[in-house]
């Protein structure tokens, strides 16, 4: 008889809690503790949004920069370990991020 089925004996009611689902989901990108920097710019004339401070493989910075584009619809590239997304979503991004489990600040304005 192993340690579950006593304990089954031992509290008949009792409705036993799966620990694996409980935990988070795991992410697809390489996870900081230190939070990625949302800036705001204008660079000639126009708006865009920069994401800093991540910490990730050059192939996390690739897909990362693909699903920000993807989900929230815009345009985007990643230069010198910084994305770079057309427009002013600073909003958009930062909850996009924290839903994926990034610690995000916004920096600036």
């Given amino acids: 008889m192993d340690l579950k ?13 799966n620990t694996e689902e ?5 992410s ?3 996870m900081q503790d ?5 800036h705001f710019e204008k660079r000639k004339g ?11 493989a050059k ?3 690739k897909r990362l920069t693909r699903k920000i584009q993807k989900e929230i619809h815009v345009g985007g590239s990643f230069k010198d370990e910084m994305i770079f ?4 979503y600073r909003d958009e991004i930062m909850k996009l991020l924290k839903s994926i489990g990034f610690n995000v600040k916004r920096v600036g304005g």
């Fill in 5 to 17: 089925d006593q304990l089954k004996s031992l509290f008949p009611d009792h409705v036993s809690e």
């Fill in 34 to 38: 230190e939070p990625l920097e949302c």
């Fill in 85 to 88: 997304i057309q427009g002013d």
């Fill in 46 to 56: 126009k708006p865009i949004t920069i994401i800093k401070k991540y910490n990730g």
């Fill in 28 to 30: 697809d990108f390489w």
């Fill in 59 to 61: 192939s996390d910075f």
């Fill in 22 to 26: 409980a935990s988070a989901r795991p």
